[in-house]
């Protein structure tokens, strides 16, 4: 009896008497399948190959990710996230994928990832930090969770160190961004800088959550975090309720390109970063513009709770970026504000909104 079974290469080849031959493979394992298919022997030495495949990917590293991917810390994650972590085991599969769990909480397999770690940090610190705390967040998962023991690389060292929470934004970086934007980016601005909020956050709003005064956000990396609060309530300060006021209706969302469709995150970046470029603009990032609304709001009257209730912001990463900039940063709200109050006289602000 002649069978079709899935996961068989064919190989024909000429032999050097001139005859034609057939060989079969089995496609994982790499491993020559005696017989025809739906011999005996054929049915025998798939089985045996197919155990092989089961084996190898059970009790070792490589089922350890597989595992991950079917829990709830798994499903909170982004997709963006997700896609970046699969990036990452894919790497790890390779180098110690087959390793067995005895080995995953021996100090050897520590030293052998911590040596890579320095060697791969000397040219790439961020990106062998990011390797490595991917692999350390699945093997804390599997030490609380899991079938390991311990965790070895609990409290791995970084080679990559950022405190951005000195930087913001100054009126004069605002300024010259706004004198080369275009009108997406100058409406992106203006939501960042008025709300407070992550740039994820921000590609989402929607024009049903804005109620002619505030703007209803439920914000992403709390639901993330398996955390469902209540939305929050963002009043609008009188330049953002202008600006939203006459800003053309393109969409569903607030925020879209000039062809009225939502902004994709890859294509947003390029565009904030391009715009940047012009301005003259090379250190500061969209997400230094939360430091810079933490300084705005203090600067207004805003209890330390307000703002945080607001922006998201830990307690304690607020009161850092207020007690760095507060004082150094004299009447900045003031002036930040009379520069946005001026972007209100261009011809963009005053354009006639469009009905979707």
Same mark, same amino acid.
């Given at each position: ?29 790499? +491993? ?6 739906? @011999? %005996? /022997?054929?049915? =025998?030495?798939? *089985?045996? &190959? ?123 970086? +605002? ?6 934007? @275009? %009108? /997406?980016?100058? =409406?992106?601005? *203006?939501? &960042? ?139 900045? *709200? ?23």
């Amino acid at each position: 009896m002649r069978v079709r079974m899935r996961g068989v290469n064919t190989v024909r080849a000429t032999l050097a008497s001139g005859q034609r031959a057939i060989y079969y493979y089995h496609r994982a394992t790499g +491993v020559r399948l005696d017989g025809k298919p739906g @011999s %005996p /022997e054929f049915i =025998l030495t798939f *089985a045996s &190959a197919e155990e092989k495949t089961r084996n190898r990917n059970t009790g070792n590293l490589s089922s350890l990710f597989r595992d991950f991917e079917n829990t709830k810390q798994w499903r909170r994650l982004a997709e963006s996230t997700k896609s970046e972590y699969k990036r990452v085991f894919k790497f790890w599969d390779a180098e110690y994928g087959t390793c067995p769990y005895r080995a995953l909480e021996d100090k050897a397999f520590r030293a052998d990832v911590i040596k890579w770690h320095d060697r791969f940090s000397e040219t790439k610190p961020r990106e062998a930090d990011n390797r490595v705390s991917v692999l350390a967040r699945v093997l804390s998962w599997a030490a609380k969770d899991g079938p390991l023991k311990v965790n070895i690389l609990d409290g791995f060292e970084r080679a990559y160190s950022s405190d951005r929470s000195e930087i913001i934004w100054l009126p004069e970086h +605002v300024e010259a961004f706004l004198a080369v934007a @275009s %009108p /997406e980016m100058q =409406l992106a601005m *203006a939501l &960042a800088l008025h709300t407070g909020q992550r740039q994820g956050d921000i590609l989402r709003f929607a024009w049903s959550a804005y109620n002619g005064s505030a703007i209803s956000i439920r914000q992403g990396k709390a639901k993330r975090l398996g955390k469902i609060p209540p939305p929050i309530l963002v009043p609008c300060t009188r330049a953002l309720k202008v600006t939203l006021d006459n800003a053309p209706r393109r969409a569903a969302v607030i925020l879209t390109t000039k062809t009225g469709l939502a902004f994709k995150k890859r294509y947003f970046a390029a565009q904030w970063e391009e715009t940047c470029k012009a301005a003259g603009i090379s250190e500061l990032h969209f997400h230094d513009i939360r430091g810079t609304t933490v300084t705005l709001l203090a600067e207004s009257g805003c209890t330390l709770p307000e703002i945080v209730s607001i922006t998201g912001h830990s307690l304690r990463t607020a009161q850092v970026i207020i007690e760095k900039y507060l004082k150094r940063t004299s009447k900045l *709200a003031a002036s930040a504000v009379a520069k946005f109050e001026n972007v209100l006289e261009t011809d963009f602000a005053k354009r006639p909104a469009k009905q979707t």
